[in-house]
């Protein structure tokens, strides 16, 4: 099992300001599966995205990811976790808007000991002829691929993505899609993404709902399609 | 091979993408440290020129000046001493009343001359003169100048090695560069030059030299006897009493440390400055941080990468301003010191310190001022940075405002509140550039409050105060030296009805925290006409000067002694008398004669509102009157007036780059709100109103906060300068004239960074509040 999740609890405030948002959650998930975790607001999905990503911590459970605990680990082996295993796309790109696209992906790179080759990634990622140009001369849906290129270049195991689609139109968010798709495929990362689009769950290997903090629904698709098929 | 951080490109993007902020920055730091750069340089550069002189212009270790010349067995029981004696005779002459000349043959054994600028003088009527001297009467070389009806031309500038400082006489309080000059001509010329009134002056070399200040104090005193039982001494000037020879080496370096401070403390707010822009940056980029510390990256990674700029802004400025310092500046300090003394030329010295101080400093005081702020910043969490939550303390309350206040009103209170780290170091920045500011501009208040003063306090227009030769001095009664005794006393009388005798008799400080200093006792009749004070004959009153110099009141105790002896005297104070402009002490003459063992006939000089034209001027040490009081104020005013000048300039750059970049940064942090209040339909005016207003509201209240703490530090900071490194007492006074002109400057200044921030106002687009919305 490459991610495991035991129990995970997380809870905010204390005495009656107290507010559970996951109540215990069980989850493992195979290397190059790519799983789409659906629910209303404050069920949870995000806070548990931002769990495995390292960037916020369980109240109670245990992670395990490629052999790694991370509930014992300090902010700086935590740091080392994030960059030795996660890749990050946010529904805000949050590019760097004095670097070039390729230089925002190199960003990524320098993280990594063995990064994906530059070239074919921004060819991959339909990037290569805007290679040289800042973000705020790119569209949305480039922007976000720039996003992707750079959590994919340093070639994570998992790649978390956080409603990848949220600020994109229905063409451009079928693209990333497809990119997405593409990377799951090409490169192998598994893949979690958190998103309010139900359509996407056809798409995904594997779908979990989240309601009130606890897994719902655990499906696997077996009557996967291509992004390019999807619709909404 | 290490990676290089791709985050590395963005640095000279960033500069060049906020060229008005670190061009002010640059600005600010290069001008700070080329200034310093070159005060150091030209400092360290003048010193070692001073200190090389007297090896290389041979200065004397001393002089004497006899009433006739001597005689060569005396010459040769005299060099017995182990001295070498070398003539320079001189003479004094006038230009009208304008200043006076002291001319020497050419010397070129002893005290030799160094030529400035022209030829050293080679033809009957030519004259080299001091070249500071010239500068200050505006002598040009080639000029012609009339002394005692007599024409010269002025073949070249001089610095002779023993008149670094222009001091006329070595009692001098100060020296005085205007009226008082010296010059070389030809050996021809000066024998045509002496006919009359030359002064036998000879100076010595010691054969070997002393071990110390003690032994060669020893040495003086027993030379000074054995020239005494040869001729009639009419001065002695050991080389440690000499204070045209002294006084440029005591004085020269004095100021580097408060330089050095004051360059600390610019550094310390520029670096502040800097990591408030940069936090600014921060949040402004809360996002992408946040992503790159999910990403991966670590804290000392980002950190690092936001040190950058900072670091390499004040490298860069250290390269240059160091370049400046070395070339420019440096010619603009040296020409501070030409300005005071008469240096001999220089070479410039490389001071490898002044390269650590302006370089390695800054940088490591930037590192540091960054690195702190930085860490507290980089330790939220990548969750905090996405969500922009960037404050520390948890989910703030906000300050609860009376609705009462009108909405505008509680708007800017608002803002005020949310910015008032930023209003701290602007607060700072008003308090140190008005402090430099007030200094530059309270020096000739002071002066010309001096001056008033020296008018106001004097007490008789005239005051004469005798000199008897050292021959005369000793407990040996011979019969030459009582018959040279009754001449003195002869030539120290007088017939006018309005001198009045006084006794006179000098001290020193003894274990003070000031310098040492000398005091002047004054001896005065209990019913004087001229000194307003009732006196007895156990009353000890000191001037106001001495008083508040040495912090001193009536019941204290104070020890003075002997100036070459080890004899201490005690005197209790019994009153302070207001008096302004002098170190001195007063009892009646009874008092003081017998305090001193000097007898009961025996008087210092005279006070006189008229001149006294039958006393022998062979017996008058000095003549007070108002112009010769009023020295130190001349002297001052055109040694540090181009300093203070320089200081304005300076302080004033900092006030307006301290400003511009801090009201910057607040319009920078809130440009999201002015573009979403533009959106709602505010007007240009009622945005100006809602974000300039707060930051014209605090420069003023900081200007107005800024002037008491200012003038109470520099009060301490002026009287702690004159008790350690000045002699006499320059009381502080400020005009009111001196604050309405900061304030009005302040305003100015301001005025002009308010035009520039609204402009900027009107540059936010309505669509970044759109944009940035998640």
């Known amino acids: 099992m490459f991610l495991e999740l035991q129990q995970i609890k997380k809870h905010f405030g204390e005495g009656d300001s107290r507010v559970d948002v996951l109540n215990g959650i069980d989850l493992k998930l195979e290397k190059g599966e790519f799983c789409v975790m659906l629910g209303p607001s404050g069920s949870g999905k995000s806070t548990l995205l931002n769990i495995v990503g390292g960037i916020d911590r369980a109240s109670e459970g245990s992670i395990l990811i490629a052999g790694e605990r991370t509930e014992q680990m300090n902010d700086k082996q935590l740091t080392q976790y994030r960059r030795n295993h996660l890749g990050y796309v946010f529904q805000m790109y949050n590019l760097i808007p004095n ?28 990037l290569y002829e805007h290679r040289k140009k800042l973000p705020n001369q790119l569209s949305g849906g480039q922007q976000q691929r720039c996003a992707i290129g750079r959590a994919i270049v340093k070639n994570p195991d998992i790649l978390l993505c956080d409603e990848p689609t949220g600020a994109l139109d229905y063409k451009t968010s079928k693209e990333i899609l497809k990119l997405i798709e593409t990377v799951n495929q090409k490169y192998g990362n598994t893949v979690l993404m958190v998103t309010h689009n139900d359509a996407i769950r056809l798409m995904a290997d594997r779908m979990l709902r989240l309601r009130d903090g606890m897994i719902r629904e655990d499906v696997r698709n077996t009557a996967k399609i291509t992004a390019e098929e999807l619709e909404w | 091979m290490k990676k290089k951080n791709p985050l590395r490109k963005r640095i000279l993007r960033e500069i060049s993408g906020d060229k008005g902020k670190y061009l002010v920055i640059f600005i600010l730091m290069i001008a700070t440290i080329s200034f310093i750069s070159g005060y150091l340089v030209a400092d360290g550069s003048m010193i070692a020129a001073y200190n090389e002189s007297f090896t290389k212009y041979n200065v004397e270790d001393g002089h004497f000046i006899t009433e006739e010349p001597l005689e060569k067995s005396a010459r040769k029981r005299i060099e017995k001493e182990g001295v070498t004696l070398y003539n320079l005779p001189y003479v004094e002459k006038k230009s009208g009343n304008n200043f006076k000349v002291r001319i020497f043959a050419m010397r070129d054994k002893v005290n030799r001359a160094c030529l400035m600028n022209g030829n050293f003088p080679q033809n009957a009527d030519e004259i080299a003169i001091d070249r500071m001297f010239a500068d200050n009467n505006h002598l040009e070389v080639g000029d012609s100048i009339k002394l005692d009806e007599k024409n010269y031309r002025i073949s070249g500038y001089v610095a002779l090695s023993d008149y670094s400082a222009l001091f006329e006489n070595s009692n001098d309080s100060m020296f005085d560069a205007i009226k008082f000059g010296v010059g070389v001509v030809d050996e021809k010329t000066f024998k045509t030059l ?233 607060f700072l920045g008003i308090l140190i550039s008005y402090m430099l500011l007030l200094f530059g501009m309270m020096l000739p208040s002071i002066m010309d409050h001096y001056q008033n003063q020296i008018h106001e306090n004097m007490f008789c227009k005239y005051q004469y105060l005798a000199k008897m030769p050292p021959s005369l001095s000793g407990e040996d009664f011979s019969v030459d030296k009582l018959l040279k005794y009754m001449r003195f006393s002869e030539g120290v009388e007088t017939n006018n009805s309005s001198a009045e005798k006084f006794s006179a008799y000098t001290l020193e400080t003894y274990k003070t925290d000031a310098m040492k200093e000398e005091i002047l006792f004054y001896g005065i009749e209990p019913d004087s006409k001229y000194v307003p004070l009732k006196l007895t004959d156990e009353d000890v009153y000191v001037s106001s000067a001495y008083a508040e110099k040495f912090e001193l009141e009536i019941g204290d105790t104070i020890r003075l002694k002997e100036k070459y002896e080890d004899t201490v005297y005690k005197f209790k104070v019994t009153g302070i008398w207001d008096y302004d402009t002098g170190l001195y002490v007063f009892m009646t003459r009874k008092h003081l004669n017998q305090t001193f063992d000097l007898g009961s006939d025996m008087f210092g000089g005279y006070f006189s509102d008229e001149k006294l034209m039958d006393l022998n001027e062979k017996y008058i040490g000095s003549i007070l009157d108002e112009d010769a009081l009023s020295k130190i104020c001349r002297q001052l005013k055109v040694s540090m007036g181009e300093l203070m000048y320089l200081v304005d300039g300076f302080a004033m750059l900092i006030f307006v780059v301290m400003i511009y970049l801090l009201s910057k940064t607040i319009i920078e942090k809130n440009a999201q709100s002015i573009s979403m209040a533009k959106i709602l339909g505010y007007s240009g005016t009622e945005i100006a109103r809602l974000y300039i207003l707060p930051t014209s509201i605090m420069v003023l209240l900081s200007m107005l906060v800024a002037l008491p703490i200012n003038t109470e530090a520099i009060t301490v900071i002026w009287h702690t300068m004159l008790r350690q490194k000045m002699k006499g007492w320059l009381p502080v006074w400020l005009d009111t004239g001196v604050f309405v002109k900061m304030l009005i400057l302040g305003i100015v200044a301001y005025g002009v960074v308010a035009i520039i921030e609204l402009s900027k106002i009107k540059k936010v687009p309505m669509d970044l509040a759109l944009k940035n919305v998640e």
Not at chain 2, 231 to 247: G, K
Not at chain 2, 255 to 281: G, H, P
Not at chain 2, 382 to 393: A, I, K, M, Y
């Open chain 2, 194 to 426: 002496t006919k009359k009134n030359k002064v036998y002056c000879y100076s010595w070399c010691w054969e070997k030299a002393s071990a110390n200040e003690k032994e060669e104090n020893k040495r003086a005193e027993d030379l000074m006897k054995v020239i005494n039982d040869q001729t009639e001494l009419s001065d002695f000037v050991p080389r440690q009493q000499n204070q045209a020879i002294q006084f440029t080496g005591e004085d020269l370096g004095n100021d580097r440390a408060m330089m050095t401070v004051l360059f600390y403390i610019i550094m310390v707010i520029m670096a502040f400055v800097f990591a408030l822009t940069t936090s600014n940056t921060i949040e402004k980029e809360a996002g992408v941080i946040g992503t790159l510390k999910a990403s991966g990256f670590t804290n000392a990674e980002l950190i690092g990468h936001y040190l950058v700029a900072p670091i390499l802004v004040t490298l860069i400025s250290a390269l240059i301003g160091n370049i400046l310092g070395y070339t420019l500046l440096k010619e603009v300090c040296v020409d501070m010191y030409y300005g005071s003394y008469s240096l001999p030329t220089y070479v410039t010295i490389w001071n490898g310190e002044a390269f650590i101080l302006t370089t390695l400093v800054p940088i490591l005081l930037m590192i540091l001022i960054n690195l702190i702020i930085l860490s507290r910043k980089m330790r939220l969490s990548p969750l905090q940075f996405l969500r922009r939550e960037l404050s520390r303390s948890k989910k703030k309350k906000a300050v609860s405002l009376s609705p009462g206040i009108p909405f505008f009103s509680r708007f800017r209170l608002r803002v005020l509140l949310q910015n008032r780290f930023h209003y701290a170091v602007l």
């Open chain 1, 99 to 126: 670097l070039t696209v390729q230089e925002n992906i190199e960003v990524g790179a320098y993280l990594s000991d063995k990064p994906l080759p530059l070239e074919d990634l921004m060819k991959t990622l339909g």
